[in-house]
């Protein structure tokens, strides 16, 4: 599958950093943009980046057009403000622009979202995205697995998210009741 990851100024860039890398482990072609934020939140948490296929402010890129829509998007995090724009139509940059290509050519797009606690008109954003054929997919993992480490926790959302995408992975222990 060829999937356009976003990593947007949300913390949480663990969740993109760990999708971008797991990715490019089971073969698929990874085109990667860094929004604007992003790189500030990356010297708040201590962690690197992987550098960008598309620069954020590069409406020409291929992702920006329907025509050579990726087959899948993944947002993760995804910030309010991304979320906003997303829900609002406003394509001011390449991620919200990409976005808007996946929600009209009916193509997989997944937010993952990271912010707590959720305010009214962010519930009413994630409405209006899920309404438009996006899939909101919080930053919640499970417990019945038990984890033991942050990576484990990392690794149940991001094999949520390749799950809403139709990749398989064993990122995480299913649910055996």
Known sequence: MRILLAITGASGLVYGIRLYAVLKELGHEVWLVNGS?????????????????????????PCASGSNAPDAMIIAPCSMKTLGEIASGIGSNLVSRSAEVMLKERRKLVLVTREAPLSYI???NMEKVTLAGGVILPASPGFYSKPKTIEELVDF???KAL???????ELYKRWKA
């Open 37 to 61: 934020g992003a790189k500030a939140v990356a010297e708040a948490e201590g962690v690197e980046l992987p550098k960008p296929d598309f620069e954020y402010t590069d409406m020409g890129a």
């Open 122 to 124: 962010a519930i009413k």
């Open 157 to 159: 959302v991001c094999g």
């Open 163 to 169: 799950d809403q995408v139709g990749i398989k992975h």
